[in-house]
């Protein structure tokens, strides 16, 4: 053999093993003998591994396995990461959850319950004393959202009667409490809140003027690579957490105040919102 053919059939191989090796990239960590928890950008890297962590410690325990967080730095990539089996679960919104779902078989595995409600709403919110009665008084006038990638919250808005493109100004400002203090001090003629920050501001200076349905909230969802005997204790895992009990407890609100527990979801639950953003959804 020839230093030539001999060079050309070490590339060949060394291609081939190449090729072995990058198509088990995507999942090779479903293999590992630990579990990596991602989860959306929703605050600074330092604070969201202060709200998971003491989740993944638990988790760690109640699975005999260590758990581990991979954070994803936007929206996008916390999608793609449980799609392609990056990760074997994540922290998820609705619409997030969606995509991995259609993009990888993403599986459900809990979702989230507020103050004892397993589901949520997004309401348009004005000013107490505002002359807007209705929502085509919203022709024209500046409005707050939330995250550019929080597409439920565009969605809700168009669903209301109203069309994106007949509101005047439209800016996005982060946290629902800078929507309600922004249009409280009047710098927007209405903005969208999550119910709670609706509730709390209710009749303190802003008026809920439109109610989504009841829309399902967010959710830790599963690889499509993890087998259902995985997958089932993952989920007893998430529905053993007790608002009751004093560590658990501890453990739920370093998520979030407002939690109070997991429920047990199904993907039929969020078809709501799947209709809600099917008639301007571009994908991301």
């Known amino acids: 053999m020839s230093v030539y053919q001999y060079s050309i059939k070490s590339i060949m191989t060394l291609i081939g093993l190449l090729a072995g090796l990058t198509s088990g990239l995507c999942h090779a960590e479903i293999s590992d003998d630990r579990v990596l928890f991602g989860s959306v950008a929703m605050d600074t890297p330092a604070v969201m591994h202060r709200r998971l962590s003491p989740l993944t410690d638990y988790l760690s325990k109640a ?34 959850y969606l995509r991995a779902h259609e993009m990888g078989d993403a599986q459900l595995v809990a979702k989230t319950v507020t103050r004892g409600k397993g589901s949520f709403q997004l309401m348009i919110v004005v000013r107490e004393d505002s002359p807007i009665k209705t929502i085509e008084d919203l022709a024209g006038k500046s409005f707050a959202f939330g995250d550019p990638a929080a597409l439920l919250q565009r969605a809700v808005v168009a669903g209301s009667g109203i069309n ?68 089932e204790k993952m989920r ?49």
Request: positive net charge.
């Open 63 to 96: 699975l005999g396995k260590p758990v581990a967080l991979k954070l994803s730095s936007n929206m996008k990539q916390a999608i793609t990461d449980v799609a392609d089996g990056k990760v074997q679960l994540a922290y998820l919104t609705p619409v997030a």
């Open 164 to 231: 994106l493109d007949q509101l005047g100004k439209q800016s996005f400002i982060g946290h629902y409490d800078n929507i309600a203090r922004a249009v409280m001090r009047g710098f927007y003629d209405a903005g969208i809140l999550k119910d709670t920050t609706a509730f709390k501001w209710q009749g303190k200076g802003l008026r809920i003027l439109h109610s989504s349905p009841q829309l399902p909230p967010y959710n830790v969802s599963a690889s499509g690579f993890v087998d259902v005997e995985m997958l």
């Open 236 to 284: 007893q895992a998430f529905l053993n957490l007790d608002s009751r009990n004093q560590q658990h407890k501890i453990i739920i609100e370093a998520l979030d105040k407002k939690y109070t527990g997991f429920y047990a979801t199904s993907d039929a639950e969020y078809n709501v919102v799947r209709q809600l953003i099917k008639p301007f959804d571009k994908g991301f």
